[in-house]
């Protein structure tokens, strides 16, 4: 158990919803990154926070995706106007090495 | 074109069997990490290697980062049920912000071990 949580853990959705996920590091980890995994992939990184502070952001992360970390501690993720290809593993990462469980995305 | 390239991308073996699989890219790393993820969860890390030559042991795994710091071998010796999972190298990825520590992915290879 790495103490990153994630949620939901699943998520089926329709082309065009909005979708919100939510990532809980543990207090210590000040860094927290974003990095989306499709079937046969390795993950790819989205975006990286110190703190509260969004310091880089992936030429993957188009703008239906932002990504907020408004006191430091937790992280969401909000995808708008959802497409097909949105579908994939969403995975938070503390502290650069401790990923969570991930919340996977389906889009009908 | 993948920055790592890990091969072979399946492996199926029979328990008790070793079993080498690759990382191998054409630039320098400062360091590797090699992951396990089992489906439907996050990677899990289980080493960094940092040195050129360095070998590394965890139980029957053993890690090698070559002496040019562009490859990485992970070695399973007498593979076990539970060692089945996608194994991923992952390094820091060339000209990403300063102190971003953001990482570049393999495509990782997928381990059967079966009973």
């Known amino acids: 158990d790495t103490g990153v949580s994630q949620n939901p853990r699943h998520k089926i959705t329709k082309r065009g919803q909005n979708v919100t996920f939510r990532c809980d590091p543990i207090?210590?980890?000040?860094?927290l990154y974003w990095y989306r995994q499709t079937l046969g992939q390795g993950p790819e990184f989205l975006t990286y926070?110190?703190?509260?502070?969004?310091?880089?952001k992936s030429r993957l992360l188009s703008d239906r995706f932002s990504a907020e970390r408004p006191k430091g501690s937790f992280s969401t993720l909000e995808i708008q106007r959802t497409e097909q290809g949105d579908s994939a593993m969403y995975l938070c990462?503390?502290?650069?090495?401790?990923f969570g469980p991930g919340t996977r995305l389906t889009v009908l | 074109t993948q920055l790592l390239e890990q091969s072979p991308q399946f492996l199926s073996i029979q328990e008790g069997e070793n079993l080498t699989v690759y990382c191998n890219s054409s630039?320098?790393?400062?360091?590797l990490q090699w992951y396990r993820q089992e489906p439907g969860e996050g990677p899990v890390l289980l080493v960094t290697?940092?040195?050129?030559?360095e070998v590394k042991k965890l139980k029957r795994l053993t890690f090698q980062f070559g002496d040019a710091r562009k490859d990485s071998s992970l070695h399973i010796t007498a593979a076990q049920p539970g060692d089945t999972g996608l194994y991923l190298c992952?390094?820091?990825?060339?000209?990403?912000?300063?102190?971003?520590?953001?990482?570049?992915f393999g495509k990782g290879t997928k381990l059967s071990v079966i009973p």
């Open positions: 926070f110190q703190n509260e502070a969004q310091l880089e």
């Open positions: 207090s210590e980890h000040n860094r």
């Open positions: 992952a390094g820091p990825t060339p000209y990403s912000g300063a102190g971003s520590y953001q990482l570049t």
């Open positions: 630039s320098v790393f400062s360091s």
């Open positions: 290697v940092v040195t050129g030559g």
């Open positions: 990462v503390g502290d650069t090495q401790y």
